[in-house]
């Protein structure tokens, strides 16, 4: 594995840090006016999730962590489980769905996903950026309002709400940002 020096590391890189995987959310290069350089550094465990705040100095060395990116196919739901296909291998996995944590009711049958390995095993999931879903419910629009940007909430096809503007009604299809959990347009 290679070394990096501790003001190399930037956003989204993955290093080996006390034992363990983590991913840099934040980075902020510090040069104090006395003493050595440093790069303070937000960190987030890959396996748990915990936070950590650290300070590398420039003349220190970090492990920096290859990880493979993998395409794989979701397939379905199977209990608490979820189902996923190698898109080479054609080998099936199956991932807890408290792992995948609530974007998973954004997974639809076939949906390409991208899984983040390290030594075979999956560390982190990436979905689309958007998906388009159609609404089955939306409050009546109330005369009142004004056409500045109001929104009233909406439930989607997945049973996720969703906040929409007032025009749009039951039965559209829209794209929602999966990151944010957002509208963003009408569907084409």
């Known amino acids: 594995m290679p070394k ?3 003001n190399q590391i930037a956003p989204g890189a993955v290093i080996e840090h006390d034992g363990g995987l983590w991913v840099a959310v934040k980075t902020n290069a510090v040069k104090p006016g006395k003493g050595g350089a ?3 550094v937000e960190l987030k ?5 915990r936070k950590l705040n650290e300070r590398f100095r420039s003349d220190a ?3 920096a962590i290859d990880l493979e990116l993998k395409d794989f196919s979701f397939l379905y739901a199977q209990g608490e489980s979820l189902v ?5 291998s054609y080998e099936q996995i199956e991932l807890a769905s408290d792992w ?9 049958d076939g949906m390409k996903v991208t899984l983040q390995m390290h030594e075979a095993r999956p560390i982190s999931i990436k979905l689309p950026a958007y998906v388009t879903l ?4 939306a409050d009546p629009v109330v005369r009142s309002q004004t056409a500045t940007s109001s929104y009233k909430p909406a439930k989607l096809e997945n049973g996720l ?3 929409v503007p007032v025009f749009i009604e039951a039965g559209e299809r829209i794209v929602v940002d999966t990151n944010e959990v957002t509208y963003m347009r009408r569907a084409d």
């Open 134 to 137: 159609q609404i089955v419910e």
């Open 161 to 163: 709400r969703v906040l």
């Open 4 to 6: 990096i020096n501790g």
């Open 45 to 49: 465990n890959l396996i748990d999730g």
């Open 84 to 88: 996923f296909m190698d898109l080479e």
């Open 100 to 108: 995948v944590g609530e974007r998973a009711a954004f997974l639809q």
């Open 61 to 63: 060395t970090v492990e």
């Open 38 to 40: 440093f790069n303070q």
